[in-house]
């Protein structure tokens, strides 16, 4: 039960009611303030459990063989969404893209496909739903990848395991529990294949808000990435631990469904660093007596800012920026045009096309507006 006292001490000073020209004062300056003594506070309490872990989690030192990569192919995979808000619906946009390298020398075109047009009218967390499809195109690109190139190494940018998320809640639609079976599916057919080409697949998870070492070891409310990055030195990894949440047991239950091999849904994570803080990889169980090596390749192919290069290379052709949004809808919204000059449209009608309240138009990185058409 909330009480006078519980909210008080919850809420920071809000008896004072300020004029306008004084918010952002009290925003910036005096907000700064008090934010960065917490912050303090935050970092001596992880300097500390940093001090008290060194000896409970145990790393290894990786090689770096930058000359083995010279003899090996590898397929990095991406995929990006960036959808739009209309006054009728949400307009989904995705894509994902796979890239072959022999060595450091990226060979042929990518192989690219988009998420099929649709209209969402009614989903109440479509960007959600959107991040979900985006995976399962990710995870079947990267399939089709393996299928076509036989590669020796497979690097998709994100988990292999979807982030918990986006598992179906009981407030979620059919629609949605049925793309989250979907999903699943390709993420383990994707297994399968790798599997049955004895391809090395991993997934390299740039933003991790895990907390596996955390939990387990009673500090709850740090990021593992966080601590590790005071205990580990560069080129170092973690002993993997296995992925265990709600979505691992879908993908367990999912894969005994369809009559898979019972290691195909086993997933293990290790932090590896790569750069200042920690990157998480995602590795299968039939891969993982190959764990040395997909360090090794992970820390051979990292760029300056610690990420593998094939993986940087497939987001340059997956990202969906503003600008690109925005052109997409700006055709949509041409096409509606010639609808109402053939009289298939009213003018009215057209007006469903204007964007939600709050989205903004952008014709270049640097442009913003509120223009509607």
């Known amino acids: 039960m909330l009480t006078n006292k519980k909210l008080q001490s919850n809420l920071h000073d809000i008896s004072h009611e300020l004029f306008y020209s004084e918010l952002y004062q009290s925003m910036i300056e005096k907000g700064t303030d008090l934010l960065i003594e917490r912050f303090r506070g935050y970092v001596k309490e992880c300097r500390h459990i940093a001090d008290n872990l060194k000896g409970a989690i145990r790393t290894r030192r990786c090689i770096v063989d930058k000359e083995a990569l010279a003899h090996k192919s590898i397929v990095g995979v991406d995929a990006g969404h960036n959808g739009v808000h209309f006054r009728f619906a949400y307009v989904p946009i995705y894509n994902a893209v796979a890239v072959l390298f022999k060595g450091m020398e990226l060979k ?5 496909v ?8 009614v989903d109440d967390e479509p960007e959600r739903r959107e991040n979900l499809l985006h995976m399962a ?49 390709q993420a383990l057919e994707l297994l399968r294949v790798c599997k049955e080409n004895s391809v090395l697949v991993l997934g390299f998870v740039k933003r991790s808000c895990m907390n596996y070492y955390g939990r ?35 993908y367990a239950r999912i894969a005994e469904e369809l009559g898979m091999d019972g290691d195909i849904a086993e997933v293990y994570s290790s932090y590896v660093k790569t750069w200042i803080i920690p990157f998480r990889i995602e590795i299968p169980s039939f891969n993982l007596d190959m764990l040395d090596e997909a360090i090794s390749f992970v820390a051979s192919s990292a760029n300056v800012m610690g990420i593998p290069y094939p993986i940087h290379e497939a987001d340059r052709y997956t990202r969906i920026s503003k600008p690109f949004s925005n052109i997409h809808t700006l055709n949509f919204f041409a096409k509606a045009v010639e609808l109402v000059k053939r009289g298939e ?25 509120s223009w509607e058409p």
């Open 137 to 185: 195109l990710e995870y079947y690109v990267a399939r089709r990848a393996v299928e076509l190139w036989n590669p020796d190494y497979l690097i998709i940018d994100g988990g292999i395991v979807l982030n918990p998320r986006l598992h179906p809640n009981s407030s979620d639609p059919s629609e949605y529990r049925y793309d989250f079976t979907y999903t699943v599916m």
């Open 108 to 112: 042929g075109e990518p192989l690219c």
């Open 345 to 369: 449209l009213t003018s009215e009608e057209l007006n469903f096309l204007l964007l939600q309240h709050g989205e903004f138009w952008a014709l270049t990185d640097a442009s913003k507006g």
């Open 114 to 121: 988009s998420g099929p047009p649709d209209i969402w009218a």
């Open 216 to 250: 387990l070891l009673g500090y709850e409310k740090f990021r593992d990435a966080t601590f590790l990055s005071l205990i580990m030195n560069e080129r170092e990894y973690t002993e993997p631990f296995p992925m265990k949440n709600k979505v691992s047991e879908s």
